[in-house]
């Protein structure tokens, strides 16, 4: 089943591979730009369609599974934000020993 997007694609930079030289060099920066965006967000979408798709089976052959991948998830991302606003709050490191 193939991936489709809302967003309309513009068939002639949908592929870069298959852009001829006449037409990459004719492109200017905007172009380069939304291009990049589209493709980025195409990857976005097809890895948060494949950890939804892990999860939604996950979910089906182990009842409760989402549910604590998600509690898991909340208590890691607590823990990131913890570290970064506070990367010395590390009881191996002190100011002292990190000059």
Same mark, same amino acid.
């Given at each position: 089943? %193939?991936? !489709? !997007?809302?967003? $309309?694609?513009? %068939?002639?930079?949908?592929?870069?591979?298959?852009?001829?030289?006449?037409?990459?060099? #004719?492109?200017?920066?905007?172009?380069? +730009?939304?291009?990049?965006? &589209?493709?980025? &967000? !195409?990857?976005?979408? *097809? @890895?948060?369609?494949? +950890?939804? /798709?892990?999860?939604?089976? #996950?979910?089906?052959?182990? $009842?409760?599974?989402?549910?604590?991948?998600?509690?898991?998830?909340?208590?890691? @991302?607590?823990?990131?934000?913890?570290? &970064?606003?506070?990367? *010395? /709050?590390? %009881?191996?490191?002190?100011?002292?020993? !990190?000059?």
């Amino acid at each position: 089943m %193939p991936f !489709s !997007s809302s967003e $309309p694609s513009d %068939p002639d930079l949908d592929d870069i591979d298959a852009l001829d030289e006449d037409t990459l060099a #004719m492109m200017d920066i905007d172009q380069w +730009v939304e291009n990049l965006r &589209r493709t980025d &967000r !195409s990857l976005y979408n *097809l @890895m948060a369609l494949e +950890v939804w /798709s892990i999860a939604k089976t #996950m979910d089906t052959l182990t $009842p409760g599974f989402w549910g604590q991948f998600m509690e898991n998830r909340h208590k890691a @991302m607590k823990e990131y934000i913890k570290h &970064r606003k506070h990367p *010395l /709050s590390n %009881p191996d490191q002190s100011p002292e020993t !990190s000059e």
